[in-house]
């Protein structure tokens, strides 16, 4: 199935800084889907992008899927303590009707104030 | 609008006890239903899928198994809990589209002493 890597593993920002993650496949990918889990919590999904070169945003939130279609990322601006968490990406696993997710490991966020 | 609920919220269990996590959802009709495992600081591991009422598909072999006795209700079992089932244990559901987008239940953490 598809595999997604995802980096950095951590990532320790202050208030305020800018903070990036990035999920990579040596596979070219159908969609790629974003999601944060906070601490405690279940995952909530964030955005799905689906066409080569998309970008979307949320607020302070970027969301990019490579020309390629095997790379994304996740960029958010100006960071707050309410960005604290876990962000996965994922992607369905082709030839599929249904959602069954591969979840990259995720990049764990930490906001310092 | 679609709720999934999934009980109990935590558990202790001693090892080689048996397990019963139950997962419902409401406000929709013939939902794909999941279960997933999180391992601490961890990505999120799929056990189990559910296109339909008895049709159940395992990821990875182990000692846990999953049923669907009803279209909107999804159980995970053990007869015999290891120390390394441990974990967060999440279900999900969505619909039956190419993309898949999941929606999470509150989770159960299960420790096994």
């Known amino acids: 199935g598809q595999q997604v890597m995802q980096i950095p593993q951590y990532q320790h920002v202050q208030e305020g800084e800018d903070f990036t993650t990035y999920c990579n496949s040596s596979?070219?990918?159908?969609?790629i889907q974003w999601y944060k889990q906070r601490p405690g919590g279940h995952p909530v999904f964030l955005i799905q992008?689906?066409?080569?070169?998309e970008v979307k945003k949320q607020k302070r939130l970027t969301f990019q899927f490579g020309e390629a279609k095997k790379n994304s990322s996740l960029h958010i601006t100006a960071t707050q303590t309410t960005d604290v968490g876990t962000y996965f990406c994922?992607?369905?696993?082709?030839?599929?009707?249904?959602?069954?997710?591969?979840f990259g490991q995720g990049t764990i966020l930490t906001v310092h104030p | 609008s679609q709720t999934i609920h999934q009980w109990p919220a935590t558990l202790v269990q001693p090892v080689g006890s048996p397990l019963s996590l139950e997962c419902t959802v409401e406000?929709?009709?013939?939902?794909?239903l999941y279960w997933y495992r999180q391992a601490a600081g961890r990505g999120l591991q799929l056990l189990f899928y559910?296109?339909?009422?008895?049709?159940i598909s395992s990821e990875v072999p182990q000692n846990l198994s999953a049923s669907r006795p009803q279209d909107r209700q999804f159980i995970l079992s053990s007869k015999k809990l290891l120390l390394s089932d441990s974990g967060f244990y999440l279900c999900?559901?969505?619909?039956?589209?190419?993309?898949?987008?999941?929606?999470f239940g509150e989770g159960s953490r299960l420790t096994v002493l």
């Open positions: 596979t070219t990918l159908s969609n």
């Open positions: 992008l689906v066409k080569s070169g």
């Open positions: 559910s296109v339909g009422i008895g049709q």
């Open positions: 999900a559901w969505s619909l039956g589209q190419p993309t898949g987008e999941l929606f």
């Open positions: 994922a992607t369905n696993a082709g030839g599929t009707s249904y959602g069954k997710l591969t």
């Open positions: 406000g929709t009709s013939n939902p794909n």
